[in-house]
């Protein structure tokens, strides 16, 4: 189904699917571009070198009554921008103001404590939505209460203090924003950054320093301002025509000729890759999400869905000085590919004098190092548990369960209750018609047996905490549960699958009954971190009634890809009380919804946004509209949604809402 650049302007530039309003799966998508930029400011790829984010260093340290050190470190979420495209700017959310944030660099068994600070605007500057945040140390086995629980959310003004005891082997993790119900948007925006821990057996066998490279990944698009572009294709998932490698577009590489290690990391929200180098030589894959593989694999080439992670080596001591060679993308089922989403990046091998320290320079490792995910047999396994992931209605489901669930339950309802130290066997699958999943199990890293009964990937035997599972595939998952008691999420990390609604949640060791040491939202609250900036310069102090501690008891509902009007920084003082005065819904005939919304402070620009909260479904945006200066709002549209709303809710972005019941005749 190609589609020229003209058909794709007219579009929008915000993807195929969304506008031709397809919810099937893809199949084999191509278009020419996606974004809406002029010409002269579309990123060439190889015009830009590849940027490697700082690193982080800790503020200071505490000594604990056992005489360990616990090193402080400290990260502000901001806005920001972005040198992208050429000759614009992009708006971004950053932590640190920077996309990606800056890696954290640990020993095993060293603990951190991260101040994480949310000092975002109240509200999305294009999208609209609140703010709050929550982390993801994607790869740790933290306890629920530091584990970025969907639901454990911090809002403007408050900080999160997270501990990680950093007592597993040496992996490459990363870490994200986990906001419930707008992940996909936050992480887009830039909210993502790596984090690397090391042990000795990891430090003696691979390439360290300047030779071991961190490449996040991701793609967008982007609107003619040079902002980003966003539509989620009805929460099917968001492809971006331009490739960005550590924040730049198909950047360029100059390299030794020795052997390097890259630590690619999947940072894109829906899109996966099946990367290959262009010569066609292999490359040697030394770890997976959890660490070091038992022994080295050559491959030619890999998938990798969105938050999986591979270490690999390249020698590029086989090639002359002046060689040009560049990381590809063959792409795979159910991506939509443009111009240049073949292309990732390139490397420059240069005539310069070769630095031959540290390991692995010269000498590719074969064996590497086991781990207990890889030393697990099947007939440890104390029970086996069927799932499938797949779509229903417009809603996304795991094992047949929700996140809207597991919220209406109290944060009670499991989709598994495994006892602390099982070993168990999850068999995965996804038959449901299409689109592929990358399902991401909080806590543990777990060994894939089998795929469709077939062996794992070579590229896939190491220990892992995200699975790919393609169309039609059933892959089954050997795991133990270990480390910790409590309750942790199982959720797509395709990120508009997850907000819309595809996480559960299990229990390891405790019955959700019970009182909980360890309860992932209420265990360790949020804090003031004093004045916050405004966009005039002044500062306003967090209240509970503006983004402070106060805890959500529901989840804020999900967000389309309908960009919502812009809004304003909140002032200090603000109080807004908004009404419904008007609610019918003709089903086939027309939709009307009318109201007030009576402000006292002095923002402008503000929106109401409306939900489907119509009993027995998960809540749904179905539109926004602007408050006049009157105080006045109202939506009408012809003829309406296809189902029968019975309740309706209106969200001000000035911090108000209401609720009503919806005429249907």
């Given at each position: 189904m190609p589609v020229s650049r003209r058909q794709a302007l007219q579009i929008g530039g915000v993807g195929i699917i969304g506008a031709l309003g397809l919810a099937v799966p893809l199949s084999s998508v191509s278009a020419k571009s996606a974004s809406l930029l002029d010409p002269r400011n579309m990123p060439k790829p190889y015009q830009r070198e590849l940027t490697i984010p700082p690193v982080l260093q800790p503020k200071s340290?505490?000594?604990?009554?056992?005489?360990?050190?616990?090193?402080?470190?400290?990260?502000?979420?901001?806005?920001?921008?972005?040198?992208?495209?050429?000759?614009?700017?992009?708006?971004?959310?950053?932590?640190?103001?920077?996309?990606?944030?800056?890696?954290?660099?640990?020993?095993?068994?060293?603990?951190?404590?991260?101040?994480?600070?949310?000092?975002?605007?109240?509200?999305?500057?294009?999208?609209?939505?609140?703010?709050?945040?929550?982390?993801?140390?994607?790869?740790?086995?933290?306890?629920?209460?530091?584990?970025?629980?969907?639901?454990?959310?911090?809002?403007?003004?408050?900080?999160?203090?997270?501990?990680?005891?950093n007592f597993q082997p040496a992996r490459t993790l990363w870490y994200h924003d986990h906001a419930v119900h707008n992940t996909a948007q936050s992480v887009y925006s830039g909210l993502a950054g790596q984090y690397h821990l090391h042990d000795e057996v990891e430090r003696n066998l691979l390439p360290q320093g300047k030779f071991d490279v961190p490449l996040t990944i991701s793609d967008a698009m982007f609107a003619r301002s040079g902002e980003l572009g966003y539509n989620d294709n009805t929460h099917s998932g968001l492809w971006g025509d331009v490739i960005l490698v550590n924040g730049a577009p198909w950047p360029v590489m100059k390299v030794q000729r020795r052997i390097y290690r890259f630590r690619i990391l999947n940072a894109s929200i829906s899109r996966s890759y099946r990367f290959q180098l262009s010569t066609g030589d292999p490359v040697t894959m030394v770890a997976t999400d959890g660490g070091l593989m038992p022994s080295a694999q050559q491959v030619t080439s890999w998938r990798q869905s969105g938050a999986e992670r591979y270490e690999i080596l390249i020698d590029f001591s086989k090639y002359p000085a002046g060689k040009r060679v560049e990381l590809r993308n063959l792409s795979n089922k159910n991506n939509v590919d443009y111009d240049n989403t073949g292309r990732i990046m390139a490397f420059d091998v240069t005539g310069d004098p070769v630095d031959t320290s540290g390991p692995a320079a010269k000498v590719l490792p074969t064996q590497l190092a086991g781990s207990t995910a890889m030393s697990l047999t099947p007939s440890q396994s104390v029970k086996t548990r069927r799932m499938r992931v797949k779509r229903d209605n417009d809603i996304w489901t795991i094992g047949g369960m929700t996140w809207d669930e597991v919220i209406k339950s109290g944060y009670k309802k499991v989709l598994a209750d495994p006892g602390l130290n099982d070993v168990e066997i999850w068999e995965v699958e996804n038959s449901s018609g299409g689109w592929f999943h990358p399902l991401h199990i909080h806590l543990v890293d777990f060994q894939i047996l089998s795929r469709n009964g077939r062996p794992p990937f070579p590229y896939e035997r190491g220990p892992?905490?995200?699975?790919?599972?393609?169309?039609?595939?059933?892959?089954?998952?050997?795991?133990?549960?270990?480390?910790?008691?409590?309750?942790?999420?199982?959720?797509?990390?395709?990120?508009?699958?997850?907000?819309?609604?595809?996480?559960?949640?299990?229990?390891?060791?405790?019955?959700?009954?019970?009182?909980?040491?360890?309860?992932?939202?209420?265990?360790?609250?949020?804090?003031?971190?004093g004045p916050v900036p405004t966009t005039d310069g002044g500062s306003t102090q967090p209240t509970e009634g503006t983004g402070g501690s106060t805890q959500p008891t529901e989840a804020a509902a999900p967000v389309t890809s309908q960009p919502a009007a812009p809004v304003t920084t909140e002032p200090t003082v603000q109080k807004d009380v908004v009404t419904i005065t008007s609610a019918r819904h003709r089903l086939n005939k027309d939709i009307t919804f009318a109201g007030t919304s009576k402000y006292t402070g002095t923002a402008t620009g503000a929106s109401v946004a409306l939900y489907d909260v119509t009993p027995g479904r998960a809540a749904t945006r179905i539109g926004t509209t602007t408050i006049n200066s009157l105080g006045i709002w109202s939506w009408t549209t012809k003829p309406g949604p296809s189902r029968q709303i019975t309740a309706v809710r209106a969200d001000?972005?000035?911090?108000?809402?209401?609720?009503a019941t919806v005429r249907t005749r």
């Open positions: 340290y505490t000594i604990g009554a056992d005489g360990k050190k616990t090193h402080l470190y400290q990260i502000e979420q901001t806005a920001g921008m972005a040198s992208i495209v050429p000759g614009l700017k992009t708006p971004i959310l950053g932590y640190n103001g920077s996309f990606p944030g800056p890696t954290i660099k640990v020993n095993q068994g060293e603990r951190i404590t991260l101040e994480m600070d949310n000092l975002l605007p109240l509200f999305h500057p294009q999208w609209g939505y609140r703010l709050d945040t929550s982390t993801h140390l994607h790869g740790s086995a933290s306890l629920p209460q530091y584990d970025g629980y969907a639901n454990d959310i911090t809002g403007r003004g408050m900080c999160k203090d997270y501990e990680y005891p892992k905490d995200t699975v790919y599972v393609g169309e039609g595939e059933t892959v089954r998952l050997l795991m133990k549960f270990e480390h910790h008691r409590g309750r942790y999420m199982i959720h797509c990390h395709n990120l508009p699958h997850e907000d819309h609604d595809m996480m559960a949640q299990f229990s390891v060791g405790y019955n959700p009954n019970d009182p909980d040491p360890n309860d992932p939202i209420e265990a360790v609250r949020p804090h003031h971190i001000s972005s000035r911090g108000g809402t209401a609720s």
